[in-house]
């Protein structure tokens, strides 16, 4: 039953990049579902694989980046009359990244926004202009309707006057406008899955949380599911139901989000969770995690956060991986702390 | 926009005036008027001078006169069309130098056609194969190309043309040729004729225009709007003609119009191996003979060229970029 109303499943996802400095483990084991609807936030302090995990998503991993392993797996619906709800699987991994099957689904039904609205609109072309590309791209409209359908889009996120925006070019707007147009091309084609990398971190905190209101609102409305990539523990809190927790490629913990705030398994999560400030706490020093993020290509054997992990258990956690095991329903730990046999 | 191109318009004008005053200042800097060295020579030559030869030539120059009038004399003759005498051909500069301009211009133009057409195309396969096979192959080439002299090439390729393809070469035309009156045949001829001077004048321009198409693309192609053009399913030819090349062909239009002057100076040394009819050889000859209407004639024609070549790069930039139109 669970299982039916996902709209995306990623299973041990390994996406490598083959550097002539060595093999860089990007994303190195990566499971997590998204439910359909609802907000999935991925979070992890930089350089952990979370924007690549997205674009292996999408299929748009740089070179030298592959993905060498494991499995996305997109529930495509097909049919939605309330009583059934019926869905294709299609593996997304097992699709050639530039093939049709592959374009007809990236920018229609998953659809990406980007970190740095500065830079992620085409200088060249009008809003309006890449707007239209992606609505003519998967619909079958002229240009008078899709320019109507822009006009309409950017309405929707919010935009004031869009029948002028509409003919702007990037470099006439703010950054926050830009990456309200990045939200308009992204639902243009009413994708069952957004997933934003990190929105609004190029922003200033007031534009930030205007954006944030923008897309929950938008999210309640269209019934989209989003991925919502993110390094700030008070983003995740606000927008999400589900987060999962990236180290060093590997997602350590999947939980609902109260869960993942109140009663956190995995020894990063809780030393993430004790490094953020709280109100109404007794006014001490902040504890940061020991230790440092380890090179990329030199990750240590066993399990990737020992080192710097309090409850580390020399012979166990330097030497095996722990797997990913369910300790609850909907609720995932990669710690030796949870063996299955241990439970 | 028409302001911009008013404005472009205005500078173009004003560089003009400029360039015609320090053009002129130049050909005044040797000592002694312009009639005292043509004096000299006639006489060295043994010919009798006649009063009447000296005065007319001092009243057409104003030599006279003040320097800012015979400026001003010379300026009106030169924009209708008299740039004066040249004293080594002893004919009017005119006469001298229009056909070889209108060869120039027609092996320039060809040439500069030829190194963007081979040029931009391998430059984004380039960039979109870096490090393959291909992209070495051209590498290479385009180093040789970038570094071999082109006198040296155009030797090299005289010598296969003559042995391989039997074809004469040097000149623009086969000597059964040069006289004959207008014909397909002789415009086969011609173009015969235009193969060697293209690629040999065109060898390092087109290398360096494809390290250049492939290092600007491969700068685009990180950016993160080609990134999003891919996540909106755009298919990548699209991506890569519509967004990338797009963006990554600015550097390559400004420098399209500061190719244009080369049209009249370019391949000066090529021109003089293969024995052509441009403007090269003549305006390199004039100046160390010290023709100075000649070369003064030249080097404003090569000023125009060049500010005639940026107002045309600025045209079109501002055509392929809003954000200079838009400024």
């Known amino acids: 039953m669970a299982e039916l109303d996902e709209v995306l499943r990623v299973d041990e996802l390994r996406t490598y990049f083959y550097t002539q400095e060595g093999t860089v483990r990007a994303v190195d084991g990566a499971s997590f579902a998204v439910k359909r609807g609802q907000v999935l936030g991925i979070v992890g302090?930089?350089?952990?694989?979370?924007?690549?995990?997205?674009?292996?998503?999408?299929?748009?991993?740089?070179?030298?980046?592959?993905?060498?392993?494991?499995?996305?797996?997109?529930h495509r619906q097909v049919a939605a009359d309330g009583a059934s709800n019926l869905s294709e699987m299609l593996n997304l991994t097992e699709m050639h990244p530039r093939g049709q099957e592959m374009r007809s689904i990236r920018g229609s039904e998953i659809s990406m926004v980007f970190q740095e609205p500065m830079t992620s609109l085409d200088p060249v072309y009008t809003v309006g202009d890449q707007i239209m590309e992606a609505i003519t791209l998967h619909q079958n409209v002229d240009r008078r309707e899709a320019r109507k359908r822009a006009i309409e889009m950017l309405e929707q996120v919010g935009m004031p006057r869009p029948g002028e925006i509409v003919d702007n070019y990037p470099h006439q707007l703010s950054g926050g406008m830009r990456q309200r147009v990045m939200i308009a091309i992204a639902l243009s084609c009413h994708p069952s899955l957004l997933i934003a990398d990190e929105p609004t971190t190029a922003l200033d905190v007031t534009t930030e949380a205007q954006i944030l209101d923008l897309m929950r609102n938008l999210q309640k409305q269209t019934g989209t599911a989003i991925v919502y990539i993110t390094h700030n523990l008070g983003v995740i809190a606000e927008m999400c139901d589900d987060v999962a927790v990236m180290y060093l490629g590997k997602v350590v913990e999947q939980a609902d989000v109260d869960s993942i705030f109140y009663d956190p398994k995995h020894p990063y999560t809780q030393a993430l969770l004790r490094s953020i400030p709280r109100i109404g706490q007794a006014r001490k020093r902040l504890e940061?995690?020991?230790g440092i993020v380890?090179?990329?290509?030199?990750?240590?054997?066993?399990?990737?956060?020992?080192?710097?992990?309090?409850?580390?258990?020399?012979?166990?956690?330097?030497?095996?991986?722990?797997?990913?095991?369910?300790?609850?329903?909907?609720?995932?730990?990669?710690?030796?702390?949870?063996?299955?046999?241990?439970? | 926009m028409l302001g911009y191109i008013g404005r472009r318009f205005l500078y173009m004008i004003s560089t003009l005036f400029l360039v015609s005053v320090v053009g002129f200042l130049i050909i005044n800097l040797p000592t002694g008027t312009y009639v005292d060295f043509y004096i000299q020579r006639l006489q060295n030559e043994g010919t009798h001078t006649s009063l009447e030869q000296i005065e007319a030539i001092t009243k057409r120059f104003a030599l006279d006169k003040p320097l800012y009038w015979q400026y001003g004399k010379w300026l009106f003759g030169f924009v209708r069309g008299d740039f004066g005498l040249s004293f080594e051909f002893n004919k009017e500069v005119k006469e001298l130098i229009w056909e070889r301009i209108v060869y120039t211009v027609i092996i320039s133009l060809a040439t500069l056609i030829f190194t963007w057409v081979v040029a931009i195309p391998i430059g984004i396969y380039s960039a979109t194969h870096q490090y393959t096979l291909g992209d070495h192959i051209f590498t290479l080439v385009g180093l040789i190309g970038l570094s071999a002299?082109?006198?040296?090439?155009?030797?090299?390729?005289?010598?296969?043309?003559?042995?391989?393809?039997?074809?004469?070469?040097?000149?623009?035309?086969s000597p059964a040729f040069v006289d004959a009156p207008w014909s397909w045949a002789k415009l086969a001829d011609l173009l015969k004729h235009l193969v060697v001077p293209i690629v040999v004048v065109g060898a390092s321009g087109t290398a360096s225009l494809v390290r250049m198409m492939r290092g600007n693309l491969l700068d685009i192609l990180n950016m993160q709007y080609v990134q999003a053009a891919r996540a909106r399913g755009l298919s990548e030819s699209l991506v890569i003609l519509k967004h990338a090349v797009r963006n990554a062909i600015h550097p390559?239009?400004?420098?399209?119009?500061?190719?244009?002057?080369?049209?009249?100076?370019?391949?000066?040394?090529?021109?003089?191996?293969?024995?052509?009819?441009t403007t090269g050889p003549m305006y390199f000859r004039a100046l160390q003979q010290q023709d100075m209407y000649l070369a003064v004639t030249f080097l404003v024609f090569m000023a125009i060229m060049l500010v005639i070549g940026n107002f045309l790069a600025d045209l079109l930039l501002a055509w392929v970029d809003p954000r200079i139109r838009y400024e």
């Open chain 1, 45 to 74: 302090e930089s350089g952990c694989g979370k924007s690549v995990a997205a674009q292996s998503i999408l299929r748009i991993v740089p070179p030298p980046g592959r993905i060498v392993g494991g499995q996305i797996i997109y």
């Open chain 1, 288 to 290: 940061p995690i020991k």
């Open chain 1, 294 to 343: 380890p090179d990329p290509y030199a990750i240590p054997q066993g399990c990737p956060f020992w080192p710097r992990c309090i409850h580390a258990m020399p012979g166990l956690c330097d030497h095996d991986q722990p797997e990913y095991v369910p300790i609850a329903p909907g609720h995932s730990v990669r710690c030796h702390l949870f063996r299955q046999e241990a439970m």
């Open chain 2, 149 to 173: 002299p082109s006198f040296l090439l155009a030797l090299v390729l005289m010598v296969i043309a003559q042995r391989s393809f039997g074809q004469s070469v040097g000149g623009l035309y």
């Open chain 2, 252 to 277: 390559l239009i400004m420098l399209l119009g500061m190719s244009l002057p080369s049209i009249i100076s370019g391949a000066t040394v090529v021109s003089i191996v293969l024995s052509l009819p």
